[in-house]
């Protein structure tokens, strides 16, 4: 079984958004996945054949996908989210 080489792991804002980005190659093939740093739920997986494609690929559909998310505060009383 093959191992993930070239791994790398950092923290990043993406449309207002704390997303970690997590890159490796694997049979030749880099692929990243970016997901919601919380509560981690994964956001897009992408595929290139460089890391930087690979990462621009994956950024760019974060992207359009974490612009549509709506915020909204928690409604008035609300105190099971913290600091609200």
């Given at each position: 079984?093959?191992?993930?080489?070239?791994?790398s792991e950092r923290k990043a804002?993406?449309?207002?958004?704390?997303?970690?980005?997590?890159?490796?190659?694997?049979?030749?093939?880099?692929?990243?996945?970016?997901?919601?740093?919380?509560?981690?739920?994964?956001?897009?997986?992408?595929?290139g054949p460089s890391k930087?494609?690979?990462?621009?690929?994956?950024?760019?559909?974060?992207?359009?996908?974490?612009?549509?998310?709506?915020?909204?505060?928690?409604?008035?009383?609300?105190?099971?989210?913290?600091?609200?």
């Open positions: 079984m093959p191992k993930p080489e070239d791994y804002d993406i449309a207002g958004w704390p997303v970690t980005i997590v890159s490796y190659r694997l049979d030749g093939v880099y692929r990243t996945t970016i997901d919601n740093t919380d509560p981690g739920a994964w956001v897009v997986k992408a595929e930087a494609e690979s990462e621009a690929k994956a950024t760019q559909e974060a992207t359009a996908l974490l612009e549509k998310v709506k915020r909204s505060k928690p409604p008035t009383g609300c105190t099971s989210v913290p600091g609200f």
